[in-house]
């Protein structure tokens, strides 16, 4: 029987769950009588923390929120979702560990959070809403571009 090195990485996925979901919908019922066409604003944040950091346990949690408005500004609803997750990863160098808890662990939390939105909006009574796949890899990279020039900038 083999032995299994300890020291092979791990990524393991121990829960995933929906830590806050909402929806509002301020200006039905009114909004389903007439004609309207929606413009979408959004906004994602990406959050980690140690649970336990010698075992190499970690959340990880996406937040999404999705405002519609109708051409005339009036906001038809905001829809919010904190997609979160448990993660174990052993076995990594400090530099992979966190490019694997910034990039890796929201990345598999993404289409959970895209299925939780999309149901809400249309239970909301609204067209169905689809976030486009996205790359949580390439949003930190541009964040991290973005942080980074501006810390140069002020040396």
Not at 28 to 47: A, H, M, T
């Amino acid at each position: 029987m083999a032995e299994t090195n300890a020291t092979e990485p791990t990524f393991k996925i121990n829960h995933v769950y929906v830590k806050d979901l909402s929806f509002e919908a301020p200006s039905s019922p009114g909004i389903f009588i007439r004609e309207y066409e929606l413009k979408y604003d959004q906004n994602c944040e990406v959050d980690q923390k140690v649970l336990d950091a010698k075992n190499g346990i970690f959340e990880s949690q996406i937040k999404w929120t999705v405002t519609a408005k109708t051409e005339d500004g009036e906001i038809a609803y905001i829809a919010e979702c904190h997609q979160g997750g448990v993660f174990t990863l052993q076995g990594y160098d400090d530099e992979t560990l966190k490019e694997m808890v910034k990039k890796a662990c929201p990345q598999v939390l993404f289409p959970y959070l895209r299925e939780a939105i999309g149901q809400i909006i249309v239970k909301g009574g609204f067209p169905a809403f689809y976030l486009p796949p996205v790359s949580i890899a390439v949003m930190y990279e541009d964040n991290l571009e973005i942080s980074d020039s501006e810390s140069s900038a002020t040396d």
